[in-house]
């Protein structure tokens, strides 16, 4: 579905144009074509290939979707792969967006994400100063919006361990946490994937060799570089946490259970005991004199009675029960 | 066994030719030789050696089987190992095929899998233009078709994953879950075995120093090793999903040990208390005068099932029942 | 909130100049402008941008903070983030200081910490010698004092994990072992976040391709690598550490458990015993020659007494009791 | 113990020649020497030091051994040690070889181990066109004779394992599994000692910058490095496996001890609510009317046995019995 | 303290002179002065730094000692720090030498250890080839007495591990083993602390870029380089082994304690049995028909007994008992 497809000049809108016009735009000295669609369906991406004349593999890419993070070039054309995160009820929804960012056009691709870049737009519009640095700006305002949007994710993300982590030594909290320690995990994991192979290749639009479109912009890339690094600092401390957590967790049921199984030793023994005492004098014996004393029923119960007293001290004082 | 032995011009297929001709046919000027090979003899790879002039270190390899993957220059030929892997009834069966890409032929070797490449063959026969790129494309073509079966496998080990982990929270699946993560981290020791080593070595066919017949497809090549990456960062996330669930799954049997300790301490002192409560009128004491009341049994009783009611009240307080 | 505005020349300080003549006197030859900020507002930073000429995105940076450390190199301008971290009551508290460091100024700012800078001004004005190599060695000093402070912390850390450690073979401290054990792999986690990306690129400050502004202190900024590298170290040695001290932690509430169930298990069997043997004895059948002997209850205490005591010694023999 | 001294000329031997005149036949050219050492004596290896004008370092290594596996250069000398693993009933057994290499000799001396390399000298010595390549040739075959023979003992590693796995899921063998598993970790560690430092230095004899005298032989230098990282392929893999063993078979040893705590848990209970009501049928008091009905006895213990039969039931329901 | 200071010519001892006509000393062609001192006043240091024209900042690294062990060029002077590390009764005591490596001198400085280098320059003043090889040649002597003493220590600590694994699956010893392992832990950790930074610095003493006072002794550094690989190899291996012991024993203690268990279940049962029966034949039930009867009691107890030893057989089948 095509959503926007422009062209600008010295930073200036100078038309809403058809598809088909493109290639003859593009021609035009000084000319930049800035096209967004959303989820495009094959015969779009086809007339676009042929429009910008783009690479095959890397139109089959954005048709297929299900792409890992990535920049690649062919020829003069700047390929790029990014994750779209939305949490949806705690859940993260994984879009995609492809852009193809050439010396005066930027074209991008978005799929199965609620994201719009809008926003993206009429601020580049806006500001005619920016706009003017061309398609290597556009894409660098694209990729920082895409980054933006990862802070709140990590940011609920390191909320929610925080709360597993005010539980984690809470006595029975154990079953809840190691789920939601579970989760968390999952979520990590999903943030990492969008944000590790990112950090690998956005580190090669800035410093060394660097494709000729972003030349420009080398400082406002290194700027999202930094931001990825950012948030793959924090997703890594996370990660390093909750397995820590998890570990810790365990070893609190383990110690929990073993102050359980001690205080059911104690108790045990101070009724078998009892039980033991009282069994003997239930013996049916002719002979057991103390049977027939005035007092050996009271003395019989003191006896049990003081046995349990002075095993529940000892028990007490080695901090059994 | 010998499937195929045929020759091509200018993307055109000329004729089957035999083995014993090979040699001349490589001597003409444009001509491309594509042999393919099954469960070769060592005769047959000796008369390839001598046809195509291959290394011997190669042959050997490629006769021996049970190679790592890896691809490797002799001089002007690019030898290539891959691992293929099929899904039988739920295990992992790994056959190899070795591919030997000169300046014009391409000869593929497969041993131990059903897997056949004659689609791939097809394909090129039928899109005239890809198979004039010559022993490059063909074998990029080649490595596509195994790269793109790996694909399936990855896929099922994570739907298995998944079903494990639905079942990870449910009470008493313990034992059945640690058996199928112990399966499929396995499954996907081996799916490793076959991407790492070649995601290593397909790096170099694109970037940097390339090897000449690679040259012209550089392109192609990068995308092989996209591929490869994305199953690589989907087997260490599943490796690491497995590794977190044994875990989870160890503290889970703990906690669910733990809730049964505590409700067994709970019961037993419970009836532990009757049981001595009983012991003691039980006593063969003949002076214990609440034994002559009238109400004495049913007062007994009251006693002994009001202390069962407190004990399981309070258990019930602290969470242990 | 400005701390200090100064002009230095020579090593020697000129005056205390207002923040709007700062571009004046940076066009005289041989001045130096050394601006301190605390807690500043965006007005501020901006009218710094302004005199300062600095690149909009470092002040961005500055002004936003929750950066991670870094350096970054703006033209002839080197931007350097760095962590302040101070210890209240066991808890780590991070500011964060931005310093821009440009041919002949420095500017730092800092934000959310008490720690003052104004040591090191007093220094530097008092050896002349040093002032007198300029922005460079002031940036060195003012980083250098940044990364002394680190470590107290570090010791702070070291020596209360080898108080846990001191502990952790005590019976009965497990949970007080884990909880501080946690706490301190927490610390050691801002600790390393406020070292590790630092440490990354000081790196960058000698050796190789060091900014103009740096090239002549080279040795001082190795040293300041050093020092890191020295803090890294001891962090990653602490976190090794904790990770084995939770693991023998939970290792040892396993054992205690062990021994205490071996325990309960003895001490069980031996009244189980009794009780059995008792309550054999208290059945009602009418033929039962023993109940009838003088010498019957004698004998059967004895011989539950001296069974019990063989329990004993047989438990005591295992280690069991 | 001198093994072998002999030259060789084009291929050819030409005689066994004494140690004294070695230097002298070195001085010819075209001539070739290749001398074996077995358990060299210092005196032995001194005279070889003079006769081939060797590195004391490199003799010193030769007459210590317990030296790491490595590849050094010393002028023109190339000086390779190695490892030597033979199994003894179960016991990986580490013997050393160290080969010095120079531009027309070989000099091998092995040290504690009973493999001999007469076998490759006889191939050698056979297949005259291999040994006409001189030094590199021979000290690749040498190399490769050692690497050869590491395959064994992976494979027997691996087929131990699989034992060791197919029982890890047998109730009662936790022991004799983790026994297993710990002496299996044991092992690979000793082959991993020998093969990781040898696996990087080989790399170093192919492709980039290689010492002369291993020049011509790159390929097949390159097929040992392939067959040396196909076995720490198979190492890491083990290890990996080894490490999910242990962490397996804990599981399944704390998931068992649950089953059989639940086990307890149940039959104690059905036997505790039987010992309580017998106990308290069992009270003296003078007025228990059940006590003299006709029925009272049958009627109790039917009580008693429905009783027990419940609670059998409702464990069994729940899967603890 | 002043331990030596001497002047040498030609390898040949020439005088002891006084610290303060060192510079004098030093300006005379092909002289070369080797000074020691021990635990240091920073008088001495800063005398030394007059005479030597030492850099501050190495003199100041020197006077703090805590370094960690490094290897740093301030000009044409090396400075190398390394740690000293020597047992006393079980634990590791560190202290450090600095070396300062000059053209024509070089200066150590010991602190905090008994270790002394006395016997080094003993061999060197014996072996006038070696002394002529000048500075270069001196430190590399030095560092391999450093390095040579840490071989006693990973001697010992892989003794200590080995009795630990030799105790490790011998029932009982847990808890002993679970100490041993952690202190083997913090003693390798101390040790490791000492290698990996010294192997990673002394590596570019030889091979590429060398300080040109090194440079005619690189295979001399190399072979320092191959000891600490070969150190730091056996510390790789020994924390991987105590760190697998810990998990080993961590099972063998729920294996352990699961035997336990299962033995308490099993002994509780048969007693659980007995006392069941006897109390229902301990009822008080008017109608008890087999209480009358003239071999009840010997049937009872009959029962009882054959009940018991069913139970038994039935536990020792299953392994229980």
Redesign the interface.
Same mark, same amino acid.
């Given at each position: 579905m095509l959503i926007n497809c422009v062209a600008y000049q010295d930073g200036q809108k100078l038309a809403d144009i058809s598809v088909a016009d493109i290639s003859d735009w593009l021609a035009k000295p000084g000319c930049f074509i800035w096209v967004a669609l959303r989820d495009a369906s094959l015969d779009e991406l086809l007339q676009m290939q042929e429009e910008f004349d783009l690479?095959p593999?890397a139109v089959e890419d954005a048709a297929h979707g299900h792409?890992?993070p990535?920049i690649?070039e062919?020829g003069d054309v700047v390929f790029v792969v990014m994750q779209l995160l939305e949490m949806h009820q705690g859940d993260v929804h994984v879009g995609e967006v492809a852009i193809f960012v050439g010396q005066n056009f930027v074209l991008s691709v978005r799929n199965g994400s609620q994201q719009s870049f809008l926003g993206v737009r009429e601020r580049c519009e806006r500001e005619r100063e920016l706009l003017k640095q061309g398609a290597g700006f556009v894409s660098y305002a694209l990729m920082d919006a895409v980054v933006d949007r990862y802070f709140p994710l990590i940011e609920a993300l390191e909320a929610d361990l925080e709360a597993v982590e005010s539980q984690?030594?809470v006595r029975?909290s154990?079953?809840w946490n190691?789920?939601r320690?579970?989760a968390l995990?999952?979520r990590s @994991?999903i943030l990492r994937?969008a944000v590790v192979?990112l950090l690998e290749v956005v580190g090669k639009l800035h410093g060394g060799r660097v494709p000729a479109v972003c030349m420009t912009c080398q &400082? %406002?890339f290194? !700027?999202v570089h !930094?931001h990825l @690094?950012?948030i793959n600092?924090a997703i890594d $401390?996370t990660r !390093?946490?909750i397995?820590? $957590?998890?570990?810790?967790?365990? *070893?609190?049921?383990?110690? &929990?259970? *073993?102050e359980?199984?001690?205080?059911? @030793?104690a108790?045990? @023994?101070i009724?078998?005991?009892?039980?033991?005492l009282?069994?003997?004098?239930?013996?049916?014996?002719?002979?057991?004199p103390?049977?027939?004393?005035? %007092?050996? %029923?009271p003395i $019989?119960?003191c006896i049990?009675v003081s046995m349990a007293c002075f095993l529940y001290w000892r028990f007490r004082r080695r901090?059994w029960l």
């Open positions: 690479h593999l792409q890992r990535k690649e062919y984690i030594f029975g154990a079953r190691i789920e320690l579970y995990k999952h @994991a994937h192979p &400082e %406002y290194r !700027d !930094d @690094a950012r600092g $401390a !390093d946490t397995g820590t $957590a998890i570990q810790v967790n365990l *070893s609190l049921v383990t110690i &929990e259970e *073993s359980v199984t001690k205080r059911l @030793a108790w045990a @023994a009724f078998a005991v009892s039980t033991a009282a069994g003997i004098w239930g013996m049916n014996f002719e002979v057991m103390e049977l027939k004393w005035a %007092y050996g %029923y $019989a119960l049990i901090g």
